[in-house]
T-cell receptor, first 112, second 106 residues
Framework: KAGVTQTPRYLIKTRGQQVTLSCSPI?????VSWYQQTPGQGLQFLFE???????NKGNFPGRFSGRQFSNSRSEMNVSTLELGDSALYLC???????????FGSGTRLTVV | QKEVEQNSGPLSVPEGAIASLNCTYS??????FFWYRQYSGKSPELIMF????GDKEDGRFTAQLNKASQYVSLLIRDSQPSDSATYLC??????FGSGTKLNVKP
């Protein structure tokens, strides 16, 4: 059974640019959530999507957005990148909110 | 702001001992609690979850929940060096503590 797949694995972007990260959940999982992980802040919740609807949102500025497609694949977009956006971005999927998440390997974003 | 607090450690225990990891949370209405393990350079992986007060056992792992005191703990029996990792507590699925680093010494 394939796990959660995130692409790309690494990204280097310039301040002010925008970036789109992709996540393919485990087959049959309809809940997808996104997290930012940094050494100083730990795992910070960005948002959760379920059946193409954003159900929950963390405390991040509007520059961070996401969406989910009908096949449960999800994308996350960050506009007007700042140096502080450099982090590991993790996607996780779950059958529903009653169960824990399975995490992907993450996308390492570096903003220069 | 939903706060989830964990002692960052490191917590050092000898091989074969019981490791006790604790987590407190601020949202009294929290319903679900999860423990994840994260090895250095890897993604978190789910160990177990608990919803009801009391203990839940899964192999060498026991999760304990006390909603009145707003804490959840994870006990690891017969600790092995391979258990050395950072253990993350998550509340209501989305809100993670900063993790406790566990070192199991051979």
């Amino acid at each position: 059974k394939a796990g959660v797949t995130q692409t790309p694995r690494y990204l280097i972007k310039t301040r002010g640019q925008q970036v789109t990260l992709s996540c393919s959940p485990i087959s049959g999982h309809r809940s997808v959530s996104w997290y930012q992980q940094t050494p100083g802040q730990g795992l910070q919740f960005l948002f959760e999507y379920f059946s193409e609807t954003q159900r929950n949102k963390g405390n991040f500025p509007g520059r961070f957005s996401g969406r989910q497609f009908s096949n449960s694949r999800s994308e996350m977009n960050v506009s007007t990148l700042e140096l502080g956006d450099s982090a590991l971005y993790l996607c996780a999927s779950s059958i529903d909110r009653s169960y824990g998440y399975t995490f992907g390997s993450g996308t390492r974003l570096t903003v220069v | 702001q939903k706060e989830v607090e964990q002692n960052s450690g490191p917590l050092s225990v000898p091989e074969g001992a019981i490791a006790s990891l604790n987590c407190t949370y601020s949202d009294r209405g929290s319903q679900s609690f999860f423990w994840y393990r994260q090895y250095s350079g890897k993604s978190p992986e789910l160990i177990m979850f608990i919803y009801s007060n009391g203990d839940k056992e899964d192999g060498r792992f026991t999760a304990q929940l006390n909603k009145a005191s707003q804490y959840v703990s994870l006990l690891i029996r017969d600790s092995q060096p391979s258990d050395s990792a950072t253990y993350l507590c998550a509340v209501n699925k989305f809100y993670f503590g900063s993790g406790t680093k566990l070192n199991v010494k051979p």
